[in-house]
């Protein structure tokens, strides 16, 4: 059996081979947010910045509230459930 690797600290969008086919639809509707909800690039980018150096990120994933980062760092409003955004 082949031992992988798995990242930890990826956000979805960094995966690789099916892992990344599944998020494909995430992606997608991140991409197709109503620009009233969403937030600027720059926010967003900021967020999923801070969710990188998060220990509680794993595979795109806050093991703290269950939520895909790059879903909830995408939508204005939202905030962080520990506080760091």
Known sequence: MENLRKCRRCLTRELMGEEKDYFRNLHEYVANLDPDIKADQDLYERRLACCKGCDWLDRG?????????????????????????
């Open 61 to 85: 994933m806050c093991r703290q509230c269950g939520c895909y980062v790059e879903l909830r760092a995408a939508i204005g409003r939202n905030d962080c459930p520990g506080h760091k955004w």
